[in-house]
């Protein structure tokens, strides 16, 4: 079975840093785009952040200049280094295999790791 397990997450406080970690089982790691989302208590889930197999990347609004996504295929890790955190990006961060479709990506299943909590503090 596909995993994906996430980590890095704790408190921080409005400025600060933190990189997360998102470790993967399996042979497919390196042929597949990976994506980070995160979900804020009374919110929707929301793709934060994106990188193919080729490395491409993509970002929310609201995280570019600030949040950047990673790779490292010998280790089936992909990383997402978060600089000058805000209030409100406080949420559980979680991680996926994601497919571009339709204009966008998505997650390939709706299998969902524990994801890790970030939370920024005033």
């Known amino acids: 079975q596909v995993q994906l397990v996430e980590s890095g997450g704790g408190l921080v406080q409005a400025g600060g840093s933190l990189r997360l970690s998102c470790a993967a089982s399996?042979?497919?790691?390196?042929?597949?785009?990976v994506g980070w989302y995160r979900q804020a208590p009374g919110k929707q889930r929301e793709l934060v952040a994106t990188i193919t197999s080729s490395r491409t990347t993509n970002y929310l609004d609201s995280v570019k200049g600030r949040f950047t996504i990673s790779r490292d295929n010998g280790k089936n890790t992909v990383y997402l280094q978060m600089n000058s955190l805000k209030l409100e990006d406080t949420a559980v961060y979680y991680c996926h295999y994601v497919r571009w479709y339709s204009g966008g990506y998505f997650p390939t299943g709706d299998n969902w790791g524990q994801g890790t909590q970030v939370t920024v503090s005033s």
């Open positions: 399996g042979s497919i790691f390196r042929f597949n785009a």
